[in-house]
């Protein structure tokens, strides 16, 4: 007998009868509902009933998981890249305050 992994947001699962890959992104336990994202970006949203009925599993997250998120820039995906040198992050906030009009 096949145990259905419990619905945690963020973790990618696997439908084992279709080979495609989603990602849990909200679980709400009020209403009892399960939010999927497929990687093509798809949006569904599952009863926790159907959830428990359907045939998946727990998987890895694919190679290029950003793909649905329409993450294009690396700076996106976390990474400490940056086009602000640290140097300028403490500069104080007047330096960039517009410059008073001239009185003629």
């Not at 259905?4 to 849990?24: A, E, M, T």
């Not at 998987?59 to 993450?71: D, R, T």
Request: glycine share 4%; charged share 30%; proline share 8%.
């Amino acid at each position: 007998m096949t145990t259905i992994p419990d619905p945690i947001s963020g973790n990618w699962y696997c439908h084992l009868d279709k080979g495609q890959r989603f990602q849990v992104v909200a679980v709400d336990e009020k209403s009892k509902t399960v939010e999927v994202q497929d990687f093509d970006g798809n949006v569904h949203e599952y009863d926790c009933e159907n959830w428990y009925q359907m045939e998946i599993e727990l998987c890895e997250a694919p190679e290029n998981w950003s793909g649905p998120l329409e993450i294009d820039n690396v700076d996106d995906l976390g990474t400490d890249i940056t086009d602000t040198p640290r140097s300028d992050w403490n500069e104080p906030a007047d330096v960039f305050a517009p410059k008073p009009e001239r009185e003629e």
